[in-house]
């Protein structure tokens, strides 16, 4: 908190936000809000608009759940979303049958909404949400196309990586659960299910009840667990409401951050779709031998179009996340310094303007440099960036594929990038590639 001066291996951006993060929580005290800063106004302009549609979602689950052999764990057995109004839908499933039917009534109410309200988001806090309606959408063979549509629109709105770049906060622990005496006032938790081990706790405890017959002590507990949920949905509602007011007084005004056309995404296979309603419930335990055959070729007939999924997948989730949350992942960069070697050039023959940076700082364990100068690598920057980005969520960083046209041994790399067209030469420095 108090250090001046270089630290070898670390920034001098990232130095500076370690030692105010320290400065802050020096000064917080027990038992009152902790201080605040907010430090990258800007970043807020990501924030959508608010709209009477607008959905604040959080989920339920029970890691150690399973079923049969013990071939699939955990279970997602509360889907609880409230609205503006802080008004509570929940939907319930005890086991894996009822988590489909429960996702399938799920995406059901989101589509009716989105019809009534075209410009409703869906405000969650982290990835947990976002990445379970794909494992879910996954391991039931329904609502893929459906989740898939509401990440390419940008429904989902994580809340968690907008505040670590837009605001410090004096508590060690960004969850949301220490952020809540920011803007909760009295409405602070007081129920017996304070976080999420007690959730899981309870939970096993009602099924226990629920499987020796005893329904009516079981309901209180997973009464106490809705409460638990509900309380999780306002507190995110509260959150993005918090960020607003923070925007507000920043003169940051919301919903300008640019946003593009979205490529019509492909039909999905007329022949899949048949073959998957003849296999049936992948979970159904007394399914033929023939019917999982069957489901075996309708996984053959998309299976590179789901390969680049996943693909995709974890890239526009890099775009999101804090970098510390990925920078340790194979053939990725977490860029330090940046030198330009060749500023925005076009030589003869040439038809777009491109420049070359050297780029250093540390590669992800078991990463392997490749040069080429065909183009490879996403080059990121943070947002709103020199350009615009298609298909990413609100204030996500603008990546665009460079060339590897360099390498030192110390794992520096030179990389070529083209300028975008219709954008003028820019002199931002990439954070990653």
């Not at 106004?41 to 339920?60: I, R």
């Not at 920011?182 to 007690?198: C, K, P």
């Not at 050039?345 to 990463?367: A, F, I, N, T």
Request: charged share 25%; aromatic share 10%; proline share 7%.
């Amino acid at each position: 908190a108090e250090s001046t001066g270089p630290v070898d291996g670390i920034p001098d951006g990232t130095l500076d936000g370690l030692r105010e993060q320290a400065r802050l929580q020096l000064r917080a005290t027990p038992g009152e809000a902790p201080p605040v800063r907010v430090y990258n106004a800007p970043v807020l302009a990501a924030l959508p608009h608010p709209d009477g549609g607008d959905l604040f979602f959080d989920f339920e689950g029970d890691p150690l759940y399973t079923e049969g052999a013990g071939e699939r764990w955990g279970l997602d057995y509360l889907f609880g979303m409230v609205d503006a109004n802080a008004e509570f839908t929940a939907f319930w499933g005890h086991d894996f049958a009822a988590e489909r039917l429960a996702l399938e009534a799920f995406l059901a109410f989101v589509k009716e909404r989105r019809a009534q309200y075209p410009r409703m988001h869906i405000y969650h806090y982290a990835a947990y949400e976002q990445t379970h309606l794909l494992a879910l959408a996954a391991r039931h063979g329904v609502g893929e196309e459906e989740v898939d549509g509401l990440l390419r629109d940008g429904v989902l709105v994580d809340l968690y990586p907008l505040v670590r770049k837009a605001v410090r906060v004096g508590s060690r622990s960004y969850s949301i659960k220490k952020l809540e005496p920011l803007y909760m006032g009295t409405e602070l938790r007081e129920s017996e299910v304070t976080n999420g081990a007690d959730s899981i706790t309870e939970y096993a405890n009602a099924r226990d009840l629920l499987a020796l017959g005893r329904e009516d002590e079981a309901q209180p507990l997973l009464d106490a667990l809705g409460d638990y949920n509900r309380y999780d949905c306002v507190s995110t509602l509260r959150l993005r409401d918090w960020l607003l007011d923070r925007a507000a007084e920043n003169g940051i005004p919301v919903g300008t951050a640019p946003v593009e056309e979205l490529d019509v995404p492909p039909e999905e296979s007329p022949l899949r779709a048949a073959l998957l309603g003849y296999a049936g419930d992948p979970l159904d335990p007394h399914r033929t031998p023939d019917r999982a055959a069957v489901a075996l070729a309708a996984a053959a007939i998309d299976f590179h179009r789901r390969e680049q999924k996943t693909f995709w997948q974890s890239h526009y989730a890099r775009l999101i996340q804090p970098i510390e949350e990925w920078a340790e992942t194979r053939d990725v960069l977490a860029v330090d310094t940046v030198r330009v070697v060749r500023d925005w050039y076009q030589d003869d023959g040439q038809r777009v303007e491109r420049r070359e940076l050297l780029l250093s700082g540390r590669w992800g364990p078991g990463s392997a440099v490749r040069v080429s100068e065909r183009g490879g690598p996403f080059l990121l920057y943070e947002f709103p960036g020199p350009f615009r980005q298609p298909r990413a969520q609100p204030g996500s960083r603008t990546a665009r594929t460079v060339a590897v046209i360099g390498a030192t041994e110390d794992g520096s790399v030179v990389v070529r990038e083209t300028l975008p067209r219709d954008v003028l030469p820019y002199r931002d420095a990439p954070t990653a590639l």
